[in-house]
């Protein structure tokens, strides 16, 4: 396997862990989906980004899924 066949398999692979993990459970993926909903991301931008972000992190982050922060300058 190359490299970037590996890493699309990689990722390919964390997703179908993600989706196993939620697919099953509905009512799970509606509590996960309304603690981001109210997640205040409203005008001006960036305020509440943060708090969407960790909350984002933290669900994502058991399923393998790596993070990168980016600050976007005023």
């Known amino acids: 396997m190359t490299g970037a066949t590996s ?40 305020d509440g980004y943060a708090a969407f972000a960790d909350l984002a992190e933290a669900m994502l982050e058991p399923h393998g899924f790596a993070f990168r922060r980016l600050t976007v300058p005023d």
């Open 7 to 46: 890493t699309f398999q990689d990722r390919s692979d964390r997703l179908a862990s993600a989706w196993n993990a939620i697919s099953g459970d509905t009512s799970a993926i509606v509590d996960d989906l309304s603690r981001l909903v109210s997640c205040d991301t409203s005008f001006p931008p960036g």
